[in-house]
Structure formats: C-alpha cells, structure tokens
C-alpha cells in the first residue's frame, strides 16, 4: 500500500530532523499510524478506495479525493470548518507517535532524547497534545465534510475522533 506522507514532509511545527535512526523509526510508525488513523477517520472501505487512488506521488487522482486531500474552508451552521487536509492530518498524527514512543524532544537544534533513567522526560506533553489535537481536528472537519457530500462518499463509515487533554 502507498503512503500519503514521507519523511520530507514533517516541517514547521511537525519538523523531524534526520539522523542515523531517524527514518527506520519513522517509517516503522508511519507504516502502523498513517493506516490506522485513515480507517478512523474515513471507514476501512473509503480508506482503501482512497489510497488505491493515489498516484505514484502519493496524491489522489480523482476530484472525490483531492477534495480530501487538499485544504478547505467551509461555512456550515454559523461556524467555519477547517482541514489542513487528509495528508496534514497524518503528518501530525505520526509526528505525535514518533515524538511520544521514542521521548523525543524536537528542537530547532534537532531531535534530543534522555539518555538515562533518572533524566526527566523529554517530550513536551503541551507540544505533544496540540500536534496530535491539530490532526485530530483537521480529521473531524474532513469527516463533517464527508457527511455535509454523503452522496458522493456512500463508502463512509468513520469512527468517533476525540482531542487529547493537555492537563
């Protein structure tokens, strides 16, 4: 199965550096995380539709997925939903399991981790809780915008998504 995100993707706030272990680590949880996360978000069937239309560069091919895939804006109910798109959406998802499972600190010096069992943790639980809530809700605007367009995604089936406390 193609993935939707590589390690070139994490910038900015979901910014991994690269070193020896990096990217077998990486490539490890993206396997696992990106997968699982898609078949929350849009049922196990839609995901499968979803991922055997992407093309050799891991983007949608049909205008029903690259509505998911790309960001969006949308006024419903007197409120704006948002999506940083399907693809931002996995890019914080794995970047909170990698940070999480490996007490990764990222810094703009690079990715810093404790190196005895008495050192306190590494990972930030607010940065940790705020990329994975980023995520999160970019997966419920894409659900709320699936249900708005039901006809065009008969396939949907996703699952309850809940934000991580961050005290």
Known sequence: MPNLIEFTD??????????????VKF????????????????????SALLYADLDVNGVPVTARFTSLYDKFQIDL?????????????CVYIVWFFYARDNNI??????????KSQNSDQASDPVNLAKNY??????????????EENEAVYPEYNGQVLNLMSMF
């Open 105 to 114: 600190y990222i810094s703009v010096g690079g990715n810093f981790a404790s």
């Open 77 to 89: 109910d007197y409120k704006v939903v948002q999506s940083l798109g399907i693809k931002r959406m």
């Open 10 to 23: 994490f910038q900015g706030t979901s910014r991994l550096q690269k070193d020896n272990n990096t990217v």
């Open 133 to 146: 809530n980023k995520g999160i809700k970019t997966g419920q605007a894409i659900q709320t915008y699936i």
């Open 27 to 46: 490539d490890a949880i993206r396997d696992e995380k990106e997968s699982e996360y898609m078949a929350n978000v849009l049922g196990a069937e839609l």
